[in-house]
């Protein structure tokens, strides 16, 4: 009997803490420039987080080659742009108001908008977008599901600005 009342008092106190307001929550904004200064995302990287309880985020922002755009017209890549632009304006506030839970949903969002906007020539970023959101999906924290997505739409982010620079007509 003293076991089961104690295990509710552990119950009990896990729950206040999974219940404590958002101002504990990371203060990483996703909006930031994240490029090397070689204008190439880094494929791995630990972004610290103030909360001493929760692990660093590990990030796996995907380098895809030039030719990853290859069958997309000037039209799918303004696409791309305007969409995670719009998603990610949308989601990474969320995130660092609090709301994780939020800024995947609205991540999710962006990623099945941008799948279904996309015709199947521009083969590359729909297989990107949907294997991201695959993974994703098998993360059990929030975080981990808007990182995973995140990470994705910053890969996208950066093969389109690297075509840009290249001077890539598609």
Known sequence: MGVGFMLVGVVSAEARRA???AREAPQ?????DESTSEGTASPSRVVDSPMPASPPIERNVPVFPGRFL???????????????????????????????VGCAAEYERGARELETALPQACAGPVRALAE???AAAKLV?????AW?????FDGLIEVLDRSKTAGVSL
């Open 141 to 145: 924290l929030p975080a981990g599901r």
């Open 28 to 32: 990483v904004s996703f909006a930031d």
């Open 19 to 21: 219940a404590q307001p």
């Open 132 to 134: 991201s959101r695959a």
């Open 70 to 100: 290859e069958g997309c017209s000037a039209s799918d890549l303004e696409t791309i742009e305007r969409v995670l632009s719009g998603t990610i304006g949308k989601g990474a506030p969320l995130y660092n108001d609090g709301d994780i």
């Open 148 to 152: 995973a997505l995140r990470d994705a």
